[in-house]
């Protein structure tokens, strides 16, 4: 029969857990880095793409919201995704007030290369786990990410 954790030794595993957290976000944002300046996109940026590759567009408020930015700031964005032709603006049909933002075929590839070299990193870390690690990692990680705000899903 399992016994009750008290709350010491909870608060020392999630103080562990956010050690861990750090070191893991750590070195998968310094290989995402180097992945992203092949492009020369931020990684703000390429969370907007992965939104952008999510959608058919996008309105300036949608992306802010989702970015948790300002309008101009997500805007800011915009420009520089436009620049490098990983994004577009468009009239909205209904209000041609209303932008809409949409990924480019440039942008898309930058997404599906990077998702790729994320995969194959992953793939480097599950080595490391015994198969019914691996699974168990994934069905972890399945529960938790129903716990995240909505605006960080885009899946």
């Known amino acids: 029969m399992a016994t009750a954790r008290t709350e010491k030794q909870i608060r020392a595993d999630a103080g562990r857990l ?3 957290f750090t070191a893991i976000q750590r070195s998968f944002i310094l290989q995402l880095s180097k992945e992203l300046s092949r492009g020369h996109v931020s990684f703000p940026q390429y969370c907007l793409l992965g939104f952008l590759a999510q959608q058919p567009h996008l309105t300036m408020s949608e992306i802010a919201h989702r970015m948790g930015h300002t309008t101009a700031a997500a805007t800011g964005l915009v420009d ?8 577009r603006r468009a009239h909205a049909r209904d209000d041609r007030r209303k ?6 075929e440039s942008g ?6 990077v998702r ?3 995969v194959t990193n992953l793939i480097r870390f ?7 690690e691996q699974k168990t990692w994934v069905q972890i990680y399945e ?8 605006k960080c ?3």
Do not use: N
């Open 18 to 20: 956010a050690d861990i």
């Open 80 to 87: 520089r995704l436009e620049k490098l032709g990983h994004a």
């Open 99 to 104: 932008i809409q933002v949409q990924i480019t």
């Open 108 to 113: 898309l590839t930058l997404v599906t290369e």
């Open 116 to 118: 790729d070299d994320m």
């Open 126 to 132: 599950m080595g490391y786990l015994e198969p019914g």
């Open 143 to 150: 529960k938790l990410i129903h716990h995240c705000p909505s």
């Open 153 to 155: 899903l885009d899946t």
